[in-house]
């Protein structure tokens, strides 16, 4: 039992090392530019945007509050009129989606209208099922620009 002892003892010794290296404290002289990016992640995107024509900020909600584009045929038809339908969060309000829209399109809205959508009650043979409640937005651009939704569906 004695070896075990000493075994865990120097694993706990070396546990404690590693730690005590981890929390050092942080002098007041170190930048962020010495540190780097605070996540992997936000330096990989970072190095992603740099070629892209629509990059969105490094902390936007817009992929939070734009769920997806609906494509329906009266939506198809509004199109014309310059008015782009989309499904957004249930806890978004129009500032939010206009924001969205400007940071993912690079298009400031003129106006933005949103209305909740009732789930259908629908049919499994003979049980009763239902669709879920969304959130759609119906946003109305400045004449002369459009936005492409339709690639990729």
């Known amino acids: 039992m004695g070896l075990f002892n000493n075994w865990m003892n120097k694993k706990k010794k070396e546990q404690l090392e590693k730690t005590s290296a981890k929390a050092r404290p942080?002098?007041?002289?170190?930048?962020?530019?010495?540190?780097?990016?605070?996540?992997?992640?936000?330096?990989?995107?970072?190095?992603k945007s740099k070629g892209k024509k629509h990059s969105l900020?490094?902390?936007?909600?817009?992929?939070?509050?734009?769920?997806?584009?609906?494509?329906?045929?009266?939506?198809?038809i509004a199109e014309s009129?310059?008015?782009?339908?989309?499904?957004?969060?249930?806890?978004?309000?129009?500032?939010?989606?206009?924001?969205?829209?400007?940071d993912v399109y690079k298009i400031e809205p003129e106006n933005v209208n949103i209305m909740n959508v009732d789930g259908r009650q629908i049919r499994f043979g003979r049980n009763m099922g239902r669709r879920s409640d969304y959130k759609k937005?119906?946003?109305?651009?400045?004449?002369?620009k459009t936005i492409d939704i339709h690639t990729g569906v």
């Open 81 to 102: 009129e310059n008015k782009y339908s989309f499904v957004v969060a249930r806890w978004a309000n129009k500032k939010q989606v206009m924001q969205a829209v400007k």
């Open 137 to 144: 937005a119906i946003v109305t651009l400045p004449k002369g």
């Open 57 to 76: 900020p490094l902390h936007s909600e817009a992929h939070r509050i734009l769920l997806r584009p609906l494509v329906t045929e009266k939506s198809a």
């Open 26 to 47: 942080v002098s007041v002289k170190e930048t962020k530019e010495e540190k780097g990016p605070v996540h992997e992640h936000e330096h990989e995107e970072a190095e």
